[in-house]
């Protein structure tokens, strides 16, 4: 079965340089997740998108952006890089039901390495 | 702010024993999600309890869940070194109306041969 791909899987920047981050959803997925995860720590939401539009928003820096297209991959865009945000970035996707039982659906993501 | 607590935060034991982790939150739920990781690698959901629920197996996985204590743990039976993962739960928020998952900070588990 599909899953959740995201590209590229290593990426390596010097500090504030950007970066963009791609990520393919399970075909007919209506939702997709971005979650920053730091060494040893747990994966911390950063923002998600419904059908395109931005529908929830975490803690993600100024400095990040990030958009749906009409074919419903998303990339998340990292500009003036610092060196805390070296971190595994994940995308996940589900179908959602608003309900927040859906599973999501991981990729594995791409770290990034700012130096 | 952290919805789910998991203790221990790293648990070592033997091949064929059981691993038992624990996970607190704080606020209402509908439901509370395990996932398991394998270092460097994407989540993988595992099991999914509801609030009305107060047990469930999923293979060689136990789940419960007690609303009262606001409290969860998952049992794995028979361990294997293949178990060797980080587990974490996970809450959608109390609020409602998002899919969005809040992580505990996750239980680290090694399973030795």
């Known amino acids: 079965a599909a899953g959740v791909i995201q590209s590229p899987r290593h990426l390596i920047k010097e500090k504030r340089e950007t970066a963009t981050l791609k990520c393919y959803p399970i075909?007919?997925?209506?939702?997709v997740y971005w979650y920053q995860q730091g060494p040893g720590q747990d994966p911390q939401f950063l923002i998600s998108?419904?059908?395109?539009?931005?529908?929830d928003k975490g803690s993600i820096p100024d400095r990040f952006s990030a958009q749906q297209f009409s074919d419903y991959h998303s990339e998340l865009n990292m500009s003036s890089l610092e060196l805390g945000d070296s971190a595994l970035y994940f995308c996940?996707?589900?179908?959602?039901?608003?309900?927040?039982?859906?599973?999501?659906?991981f990729g594995n993501g791409t770290r990034l390495t700012v130096t | 702010s952290q919805q789910g607590e998991e203790d221990p935060q790293a648990l070592s034991i033997q091949e064929g024993e059981n691993a038992t982790m624990n996970c607190s939150y704080k606020t209402s739920i509908n439901n509370l999600q395990w996932y398991r990781q394998n270092s460097g690698r994407g989540l993988v959901h595992l099991i999914l309890i509801r609030s009305n629920e107060r047990e469930k197996h999923s293979g060689r996985l136990r789940v419960t869940l007690d609303t009262s204590k606001k409290s969860s743990s998952l049992l794995i039976t028979a361990s294997r070194a293949a178990d060797t993962a980080s587990y974490f739960c996970a809450t959608p928020p109390p609020q409602g109306g998002s899919e969005k998952l809040v992580f505990g900070k996750g239980t680290k588990l090694t399973v030795n041969p």
């Open positions: 075909p007919r997925h209506d939702t």
């Open positions: 996940a996707s589900t179908l959602g039901t608003g309900t927040g039982d859906s599973p999501l659906h």
């Open positions: 998108f419904y059908e395109k539009m931005q529908s």
